[in-house]
């Protein structure tokens, strides 16, 4: 049986629409910390989480040391999915040889991954990733992984799960994402799942604009505990550059993701609906 | 007595004055990689070098690649002089201890490298970045030096020459820059110099603007081999953070460099006075 978070444990009743509007990626560039910095203070997005091998990072770790009154995730990275801008892991490229490509760089896509990443080495640049966090000065609230490769299979779920364990910090899980990435059946027993994930989708924004869906997904919600996973990030020079040739999860996907979710008649929305936000630190304080 | 490039034997006369305006820190940023090709491409900047250890080396990378035309050196590193913006060495931090901080990030100052740095160790990151802008493919033309720290002391340069000798790249060399850096007298015996290099000012940036500075510069070049040294970036959103509290050769700097560099009435005034270009390569093919 897949354990949910419960409603009626996070101090709401049982019929309550939950949502968390989280910010992933942040470290990743100056283009997407500034804007998840500004959709942070505009009092919509709730939570985001920080890629610490980025070179980006820094910036966006002493805005969450000065700032931790904001849900702060570590968004445990093990790709580097850019054609024209590149890092690789916080350990020694030697140390894990199993994460990188020739120059020392993070594999592209969860294939390669998935084929080559050696559990052993995933955990010890992981726990390298948190600890430099940590290090920092960051607080976290939550783990997560970068384009859930943490998902691909058993074993990296397994890693997953134990350093949610060693650092006492929830780990993001949710069965379709799960079922999506990794193709399990049955989904194995990891831990309590978010009852639904939302993200944008490549379709509806070459077509009608995110916003269109985003309103659809707010509309369709239903009782639980659900996130919605957004990558705010301003369409400039710099975040073109970064997402060259790669228009999914682009630079003008983040630049729709920021517009929607600063507009105020999002806010609007989501109070017509009455619907309550959740952070992880709420979800994390409930589960002591 | 000191050693100066001869300009007859460059092909030149020797009453000729010979200038190379110098694109240093592309790599750097987005910013500074655009705005650095966009200056070449111009035609008035005329050579560039690339610092390894940046978040945008792989960028610039692949310009230098598929562009050989352009003088393109290796911009040896081991600052990093940025408040929000980190970047360390190549090579693991755990075998380069005398070259970074507290999180493996390099020091900022050349104060902390004078006294800090074992000069093996800045040897052994030197080759390692090199070797990483080889293996990227680039062909590079000379080599210089990042806040020209290996003018610091004669232990410094004694590694900046014997890259030189091993790599047979000719290293950026200049009497008044040697006494600037590294208070040296006399001044060690080291290789052929360059007769006089320009750098803007930061008085002259915030009162009357660069370009009357680079005017008086061009205005005033007598007979020899002259580097005007730039830093051709965008004042945009990605390069104000970069430089954040730092506005000597700070982001507004940076645009002037480029604008004055791009302007086609600075081509005009350097055709007025017969100043003629001249790169690294044709140094290097001479020096042969």
């Not at 980025?54 to 931790?68: I, L, R």
């Not at 890092?87 to 120059?103: I, M, R």
Request: charged share 20%; hydrophobic share 40%; with cysteine.
């Amino acid at each position: 049986m897949t354990k949910y978070y419960e409603l009626e444990q996070l101090g709401h009743h049982k019929d309550d629409i939950l949502l968390m509007i989280h910010a992933d990626d942040a470290g990743l560039s100056c283009s997407q910390n500034a804007a998840t910095i500004e959709a942070l203070k505009m009092g919509i997005v709730n939570s985001y989480s920080i890629m610490v091998p980025c070179p980006w990072f820094w910036d966006m770790a002493n805005f969450a040391k000065n700032h931790p009154q904001y849900d702060c995730g570590i968004h445990l990275t093990l790709s580097c999915e850019w054609k024209s801008y590149k890092f690789g892991p916080v350990l020694p490229a030697s140390e894990v040889p199993s994460l990188v490509d020739q120059y020392g760089y993070f594999h592209g896509s969860r294939e390669t991954i998935k084929k080559l990443a050696d559990p052993s080495e995933v955990k010890k640049e992981l726990k390298a990733q948190i600890e430099l966090a940590l290090k920092a000065g960051i607080q976290p609230t939550h783990l997560d992984s970068h384009m859930y490769t943490l998902g691909l299979t058993n074993e990296l779920l397994k890693v997953y799960k134990e350093l949610g364990e060693e650092y006492k910090l929830p780990i993001f899980l949710n069965k379709e994402l799960l079922q999506s990435v990794g193709n399990f059946t049955p989904i194995p027993q990891l831990g309590t799942m978010v009852h639904q994930v939302h993200i944008g989708n490549f379709n509806a924004m070459k077509n009608e604009g995110l916003s269109a869906k985003y309103k659809e997904i707010i509309q369709d919600l239903v009782p639980g505990l659900h996130i919605l996973l957004i990558h705010p990030a301003f369409n400039n020079m710099e975040m073109k550059q970064v997402c060259l040739d790669h228009p999914n999860f682009g630079a003008e996907w983040r630049q729709m993701d920021f517009d929607f979710f600063t507009d105020p008649n999002t806010a609007t929305l989501l109070k017509e609906r009455n619907i309550k936000p959740i952070s992880w630190r709420e979800i994390q304080l409930s589960s002591l």
